[in-house]
């Protein structure tokens, strides 16, 4: 098991730059893959992005050339650069370690003016 805490969401007007991390419990990404995902409200969780065990990367269309999903291996965390927001990236977003489906506890990310 492997516990995981999302931070680094909060207000940002439409245009401006946020940084999410997810910080793990222990080492994991020599054995899992992570993703963040994201919901907004009376919608479905969607993937957003994924950083493979390789630390090859991949994007929804809706986020591909603004988002940008990192890790530091030394600190067992993963980011989510995000710029150029837009209020229809408002969301509770959410960290997921893909091998034994761990979920973090999400932070929230609204984009208004």
């Known amino acids: 098991q492997v516990q995981l805490v999302e931070s680094g969401g909060g207000l940002v007007q439409p245009g401006g730059s946020l940084r999410l991390s997810c910080a793990a419990s222990?080492?994991?990404?020599?054995?899992?893959?992570l993703s963040w995902y994201r919901q907004a409200p009376g919608k479905q969780r969607e993937l957003v992005a994924t950083i493979s065990i390789g630390g090859s990367t991949d994007y929804a269309d809706s986020v591909k050339g603004r988002f940008t999903i990192s890790r530091d291996i030394a600190k067992n965390t993963v980011y989510l650069q995000m710029n150029s927001l837009k209020p229809e990236d408002t969301a509770v977003y959410y960290c997921?370690?893909?091998?034994?489906?761990?979920w973090g506890q999400g932070t929230q990310v609204t984009v208004s003016s």
């Open positions: 997921k370690e893909l091998t034994y489906d761990n």
């Open positions: 222990r080492s994991i990404f020599s054995s899992s893959a």
